[in-house]
């Protein structure tokens, strides 16, 4: 897919796929609000304002608009669309030309039921406010319990006040009829269903089991729980029922109990997988460094360790240690990847938490966001630490591949091109 940078000058149009109520924004203050943030939130609101006055179609904008009314870059701008995108509430189509023209597709959000049964965002919910904030949040959707008994239903049906009488014909075309839509929340997943499938009793009626209800499910519940499907073959196993389906409650009780199990007791929660667009360095730079910053943007920190473990999956401790980086320090995916590829490099290739800890802090206090910035950190690290070494310290094992060479001269030799380009494949 054709990569698409936003400017400011990009012109926009709004068209309502749905109808949206006043109910729909507390339900994207309260519920999808922790999960995307306030910047998404509020571009969802401007692009709803923007409509006419039948709530339809917008006329045309420029995004400067944004930029302008929310106080924040195109970047942002850029990633706070980029969300409202993943969890399905806008859809965007683009048209080439010397300036792009976007039309975005506004959809309801889910219904606080349906938000608080997802597999994965009720759980992202309950992670990001805790539990009591979570327990007032139900309290405020709750219907209130009346007692009926001694009362008697005593509605009328249909035809108990209407009959059917003869009229002339008619020709109604439902298709343009405005209704209530809404966008499903989409996962691109390589989860292996012919293996679950094939490690299932040879008495069980697969085919009968594994709806595309329980699929989409699993996948779910595989992306939130980072499961894969021979440990979901086993979690199944004692999820079916007395009639031989999948109780689809237990499934998901099962496995948040078995992420728990290995997390402490802590619920997973969800960030963002590569370098955010307004934080990469522009393209048109071909230097083999410009080429190596681009790949710290473009890859997520699990798919850095991947390459790092020639192809195999981390271990739960090093994504544990991700997860912390990520959420507990904020740092952003491309800063992540540059100081797990500097740590491996230094500390003969061990992930030690405390070393991690120790530079992600240090990062985190002086604002450290781009992959460029990274990269110069710790290059002047680099050098420092090498003239502290003394007779009794051990040496550094290697030098990243990617360091500058007006600063490390000493240590970059006549094979840095073909070792950066062998660490450029390993990426892709």
């Known amino acids: 897919m054709k990569k698409y940078n936003l400017l400011p000058a990009d012109t926009y149009v709004v068209i309502n796929k749905t109808i949206l109520h006043d ?25 709803w304002a923007d409509l006419d ?8 904008f420029t995004h400067q608009k944004l930029v302008s009314n929310l106080r924040i870059t195109i970047g942002e701008v850029e990633e706070a669309r980029n969300k409202l995108e993943a969890i399905g509430l806008i859809k965007v189509l683009v048209k080439d030309g010397n300036i792009n023209n976007y039309i975005y597709e506004l959809y309801s959000p889910a219904s606080a039921t349906e938000f608080l049964s997802h597999p994965i965002l009720n759980v992202v919910l309950y992670s990001n406010i805790g539990k009591k904030e979570y327990d007032n949040l139900i309290k405020t959707f709750k219907m209130p319990r009346f007692n009926t008994s001694g009362y008697v239903d005593i509605t009328k049906n249909f035809n108990d006040v209407f009959e059917s009488t003869c009229m002339t014909s008619y020709d109604l075309s439902l298709e343009d009829i405005r209704k209530y839509n809404k966008l499903k929340l989409n996962i691109n997943s390589n989860f292996d269903f012919n293996f679950l499938i094939n490690s299932m009793p040879k008495n069980i009626d697969t085919n009968r089991i594994f709806t595309k209800e329980i699929k989409e499910l699993i996948i779910n519940l595989s992306f939130i729980y980072d499961i894969d499907a021979i440990k979901m073959s086993n979690i199944i196993r004692g999820c079916f029922n007395e009639r031989g389906t999948i109780n689809k409650e237990e499934l998901r009780k099962a496995s948040r ?26 393209i048109g730079d071909t230097s083999k460094r410009a080429k190596m910053i681009y790949t710290f943007e473009t890859i997520s920190p699990r798919e850095l360790l991947i390459s790092k473990n020639k192809g195999n999956e981390p271990t739960r401790r090093d994504l544990k240690l991700l997860e912390d980086l990520l959420i507990d320090y904020n740092l952003k995916p491309g800063v992540v990847n540059v100081l797990i590829d500097y740590i491996l490099n230094i500390n003969d290739k061990k992930l030690t938490r405390g070393l991690v800890e120790m530079m992600a802090g240090e990062w985190q206090r002086k604002g450290i966001e781009t992959v460029e910035d990274a990269m110069s950190l710790c290059e002047k690290e680099h050098k420092k630490r090498n003239k502290k070494i003394v007779k009794n310290e051990p040496a550094i094992s290697k030098t990243p591949v990617w360091f500058d060479k007006k600063i490390e001269k000493n240590v970059i030799d006549s094979n840095e091109d073909n070792q950066l380009e062998e660490l450029l494949k390993e990426y892709k």
Do not use: W
């Open 23 to 47: 109910e729909d924004r507390k339900i994207i203050t309260s519920l999808y609000l922790p999960v995307i943030g306030t910047d998404a939130v509020m571009l969802y609101f401007m692009l």
């Open 53 to 60: 006055s039948l709530s339809i179609v917008s006329s045309d």
């Open 257 to 282: 109990n078995f992420y728990q199990f290995d997390n402490g007791g802590n619920l997973p929660t969800v960030t963002s997988n590569c370098q955010p667009e307004y934080l990469r360095k522009p």
